[in-house]
């Protein structure tokens, strides 16, 4: 029974959240709207055309407009009485040829498909599961919400960690470990290369030990890598008895078909659970469908010896059930239909069935709020992770599934959450993240306590180099990152360098390095609302050029804008063909979270005479954040390609970036950009 005043707390926050997601809902439809993607768009033709990492690529036949489709974009695509989730790949306006990648396999063809790319209905979605909650509170944990949110004071103490699997934690990993496992509640501050994901795992192990505990995060990324660790650490028994289960996966990676929800439902089925599979298996000699090929989960099908495909798709126990039910109904065959109904409720009763037994799920924030298998469950322990990117209607509907402590690890000095409006709800309860909101940071962004007991602190870290650490220490984290053993070794030359040295006209790049375009004189064009600067691009693809020759093949180059970003791909691809590095990527920031790279070249695209908006903090609150990610982002070298002068000219004197740069002048190397310096000078 909970008491009146936690119930009153509860059902205000509620309200609050909810009328956030509302401003947001109306914010992204008005962007909808903006780029006639407000309603489905009917596709003439559709079809399979191959794989793409771990889904499939569709391309379809869009019908005339002119719709302001983008890649990454996502997509719903509705094809036969049946719908997937997807992702643009690419969009040709002229042509009207969308590539979509969807999870799922839908068909060789997909003609009179619909695509839908309104996102709201997930907001939806989740405003309806924080209604559920407010309504019947007595099937919650309002408790954990309002401790999670600071409106309850924690519990905070020690206790020591059981499992073997903790033992390789360094002394801050410990440390933070300890108080995780003591207290109700617990934020942990880990800034780059300190370690998050492997504290979370091992935290996830150590706290599965009491009760089920939930792993929860924004983005796939995040999870899966918490999803790898764990199948690495874990006890062989809890991955054999599918004791862990992530729900869902990145399309840019392959499952693992130990912890993989997918995996573990077909190894179910299989063994006969249910009586799915004889079911499906006389489905499929009555309605003449061939049975699936033995492969990979969820793939199209596997190769035959000659490199051909084999006819019949490597199903999911769902698609495979899906495929025979829109059989049974294009045939009017009303038996096998009704049949195939029920065993598809078996087969999520199975999925849940699998989910009751785990003793860690993992999933994202999103899949948390739609999926029904994990609907009704119910968990001891929330670990939250990439907690700066956590939306807090997603942590409110999180933690009220959850009757124990709320942990959340991240970095609120990284990207916050993404949010289109500016609405003041929406502001206050969207764009707010959970260390800001515990108030263990204020909006100053003046940095936690060392003594806070609410707040532990990874300050180890093993990514950067001394000098990019030092650099990142000293503009965002206080001076208080220190450096690895394993790093400090290789400063003072007891581990030999990856590559050799990048020399550019005659001067040789450090572990910072500005490349200096002034004396280009670049300009800046507007492209479908964002910006390109061509002569930046330029620089960038020498650069790129020079730094493969000298053996260095993992390589990132980000920028703040999208416009820029295509054409820096397109550019350094066609300039380097064959020659260009194996591990490129070219990214905007915003994508860039979570990775790293050995080479990180920062393209700051802006220039005089126009003043740039996106660059000055005073106008762009999240700009030292993004200028944080980019940076930290980066092993053994960085390079910030910039018109050192014309900021100076456009940005204030006290700028975040002319501050940096002017840093960077005076400890570490600045070249001039030019096309003779970059291919003759060396």
Same mark, same amino acid.
């Given at each position: 029974?909970?008491?009146?005043?936690?119930?009153?707390?509860?059902?205000?926050?509620?309200?609050?959240?909810?009328?956030?997601?509302?401003?947001?809902?109306?914010?992204?439809?008005?962007?909808?709207?903006?780029?006639?993607?407000?309603?489905?768009?009917?596709?003439?033709?559709?079809?399979?055309?191959?794989?793409?990492?771990?889904?499939?690529?569709?391309?379809?036949?869009?019908?005339?407009?002119?719709?302001?489709?983008?890649?990454?974009?996502?997509?719903?695509?509705?094809?036969?009485?049946?719908?997937?989730?997807?992702?643009?790949?690419?969009?040709?306006?002229?042509?009207?040829?969308?590539?979509?990648?969807?999870?799922?396999?839908?068909?060789?063809?997909?003609?009179?498909?619909?695509?839908?790319?309104?996102?709201?209905?997930?907001?939806?979605?989740?405003?309806?599961?924080?209604?559920?909650?407010?309504?019947?509170?007595?099937?919650?944990?309002?408790?954990?919400?309002?401790?999670?949110?600071?409106?309850?004071?924690?519990?905070?103490?020690?206790?020591?960690?059981?499992?073997?699997?903790?033992?390789?934690?360094?002394?801050?990993?410990?440390?933070?470990?300890?108080?995780?496992?003591?207290?109700?509640?617990?934020?942990?501050?880990?800034?780059?290369?300190?370690?998050?994901?492997?504290?979370?795992?091992?935290?996830?192990?150590?706290?599965?030990?009491?009760?089920?505990?939930?792993?929860?995060?924004?983005?796939?990324?995040?999870?899966?890598?918490?999803?790898?660790?764990?199948?690495?650490?874990?006890?062989?028994?809890?991955?054999?008895?599918?004791?862990?289960?992530?729900?869902?996966?990145?399309?840019?990676?392959?499952?693992?078909?130990?912890?993989?929800?997918?995996?573990?439902?077909?190894?179910?089925?299989?063994?006969?659970?249910?009586?799915?599979?004889?079911?499906?298996?006389?489905?499929?000699?009555?309605?003449?469908?061939?049975?699936?090929?033995?492969?990979?989960?969820?793939?199209?099908?596997?190769?035959?010896?000659?490199?051909?495909?084999?006819?019949?798709?490597?199903?999911?126990?769902?698609?495979?059930?899906?495929?025979?039910?829109?059989?049974?109904?294009?045939?009017?065959?009303?038996?096998?239909?009704?049949?195939?109904?029920?065993?598809?409720?078996?087969?999520?009763?199975?999925?849940?069935?699998?989910?009751?037994?785990?003793?860690?799920?993992?999933?994202?924030?999103?899949?948390?709020?739609?999926?029904?298998?994990?609907?009704?469950?119910?968990?001891?322990?929330?670990?939250?992770?990439?907690?700066?990117?956590?939306?807090?209607?997603?942590?409110?509907?999180?933690?009220?599934?959850?009757?124990?402590?709320?942990?959340?690890?991240?970095?609120?000095?990284?990207?916050?959450?993404?949010?289109?409006?500016?609405?003041?709800?929406?502001?206050?309860?969207?764009?707010?993240?959970?260390?800001?909101?515990?108030?263990?940071?204020?909006?100053?962004?003046?940095?936690?306590?060392?003594?806070?007991?609410?707040?532990?602190?990874?300050?180890?870290?093993?990514?950067?180099?001394?000098?990019?650490?030092?650099?990142? *220490?000293? #503009?965002?984290?206080?001076? +208080?990152? !220190? =450096?690895? @053993?394993?790093?400090?070794?290789? /400063?003072?030359? %007891? $581990?030999?360098?990856?590559?050799?040295?990048?020399?550019?006209?005659?001067?040789?790049?450090?572990?910072?390095?500005?490349?200096?375009?002034?004396?280009?004189?670049?300009?800046?064009?507007?492209?479908?609302?964002?910006?390109?600067?061509?002569?930046?691009?330029?620089?960038?693809?020498?650069?790129?050029?020079?730094?493969?020759?000298?053996?260095?093949?993992?390589?990132?180059?980000?920028?703040?804008?999208?416009?820029?970003?295509?054409?820096?791909?397109?550019?350094?691809?066609?300039?380097?063909?064959?020659?260009?590095?194996?591990?490129?990527?070219?990214?905007?920031?915003?994508?860039?979270?979570?990775?790293?790279?050995?080479?990180?070249?920062?393209?700051?695209?802006?220039?005089?005479?126009?003043? *740039?908006? #996106?660059?000055?903090?005073? +106008?762009? !609150? =999240?700009? @030292?954040?993004?200028?944080?990610? /980019?940076?930290? %982002? $980066?092993?053994?070298?960085?390079?910030?390609?910039?018109?050192?002068?014309?900021?100076?000219?456009?940005?204030?004197?006290?700028?975040?970036?002319?501050?940096?740069?002017?840093?960077?002048?005076?400890?570490?190397?600045?070249?001039?950009?030019?096309?003779?310096?970059?291919?003759?000078?060396?």
């Amino acid at each position: 029974m909970q008491a009146p005043d936690s119930l009153e707390s509860l059902w205000l926050l509620l309200a609050d959240l909810r009328v956030a997601i509302d401003e947001e809902i109306e914010a992204v439809a008005a962007d909808l709207s903006r780029r006639r993607l407000d309603r489905p768009i009917p596709a003439l033709s559709g079809r399979l055309r191959g794989d793409a990492g771990t889904g499939h690529r569709y391309t379809f036949q869009v019908a005339g407009g002119t719709y302001d489709i983008r890649a990454d974009d996502r997509v719903r695509i509705h094809a036969g009485g049946r719908e997937a989730l997807g992702t643009v790949h690419r969009f040709d306006r002229t042509l009207g040829l969308l590539q979509a990648v969807s999870p799922e396999w839908l068909g060789e063809r997909l003609d009179g498909a619909e695509l839908e790319f309104d996102p709201t209905w997930l907001l939806r979605e989740l405003s309806q599961r924080l209604v559920e909650v407010g309504r019947d509170p007595e099937d919650f944990f309002p408790d954990t919400v309002l401790g999670a949110f600071g409106r309850r004071p924690p519990s905070l103490g020690r206790e020591s960690a059981r499992l073997e699997s903790s033992d390789d934690l360094n002394e801050p990993q410990r440390d933070a470990l300890e108080r995780v496992l003591g207290s109700s509640a617990q934020l942990v501050w880990g800034p780059p290369g300190t370690g998050k994901s492997r504290l979370v795992a091992r935290a996830a192990l150590e706290l599965a030990v009491r009760g089920r505990v939930l792993v929860a995060a924004t983005t796939n990324g995040a999870v899966d890598e918490i999803a790898r660790r764990l199948a690495s650490v874990a006890d062989p028994v809890m991955l054999g008895r599918d004791r862990i289960i992530r729900v869902g996966f990145d399309l840019g990676a392959a499952p693992d078909t130990r912890i993989d929800l997918g995996a573990v439902l077909a190894r179910r089925i299989e063994g006969g659970a249910g009586g799915v599979d004889r079911t499906l298996a006389e489905h499929e000699a009555r309605l003449g469908a061939r049975p699936p090929a033995a492969g990979r989960e969820g793939r199209p099908g596997a190769r035959a010896p000659d490199g051909g495909r084999e006819e019949a798709p490597v199903l999911s126990p769902y698609a495979r059930a899906g495929r025979l039910l829109a059989l049974a109904r294009t045939r009017n065959d009303a038996e096998s239909a009704r049949t195939l109904g029920r065993a598809m409720l078996e087969i999520a009763r199975q999925a849940e069935l699998a989910l009751e037994e785990a003793a860690i799920v993992l999933t994202t924030f999103a899949r948390l709020s739609i999926r029904e298998e994990l609907r009704e469950l119910r968990f001891e322990s929330l670990l939250i992770d990439e907690a700066s990117t956590a939306p807090l209607p997603y942590v409110a509907l999180a933690a009220s599934r959850v009757a124990g402590p709320a942990i959340a690890v991240g970095d609120f000095q990284q990207l916050p959450p993404v949010v289109s409006s500016t609405a003041p709800a929406a502001v206050r309860w969207l764009r707010t993240d959970l260390f800001r909101e515990a108030g263990v940071v204020d909006e100053t962004a003046s940095l936690p306590s060392p003594n806070d007991g609410l707040c532990a602190m990874l300050d180890l870290q093993y990514r950067m180099v001394p000098d990019i650490r030092q650099l990142v *220490s000293e #503009f965002f984290y206080g001076g +208080r990152l !220190r =450096d690895a @053993p394993e790093i400090t070794e290789r /400063a003072a030359g %007891r $581990a030999a360098p990856a590559t050799g040295p990048t020399t550019v006209g005659g001067t040789t790049a450090g572990a910072v390095t500005v490349l200096d375009t002034s004396g280009l004189d670049p300009r800046v064009e507007r492209v479908d609302g964002s910006r390109r600067n061509r002569t930046h691009a330029e620089a960038v693809a020498d650069f790129v050029g020079v730094a493969a020759r000298d053996g260095i093949d993992d390589i990132a180059v980000v920028s703040p804008y999208r416009a820029q970003t295509r054409h820096l791909s397109d550019l350094v691809r066609r300039r380097l063909g064959r020659a260009a590095p194996a591990n490129l990527e070219v990214s905007t920031i915003h994508r860039f979270q979570g990775r790293e790279k050995r080479l990180v070249i920062i393209d700051t695209v802006d220039a005089p005479p126009g003043r *740039s908006w #996106f660059l000055d903090e005073r +106008r762009n !609150r =999240d700009f @030292p954040r993004l200028l944080n990610v /980019a940076l930290s %982002r $980066a092993r053994e070298r960085l390079v910030i390609v910039a018109t050192v002068a014309g900021l100076r000219r456009t940005l204030p004197r006290e700028a975040l970036l002319n501050r940096l740069l002017a840093h960077v002048e005076q400890s570490g190397t600045r070249i001039d950009a030019a096309p003779a310096d970059l291919w003759h000078g060396r």
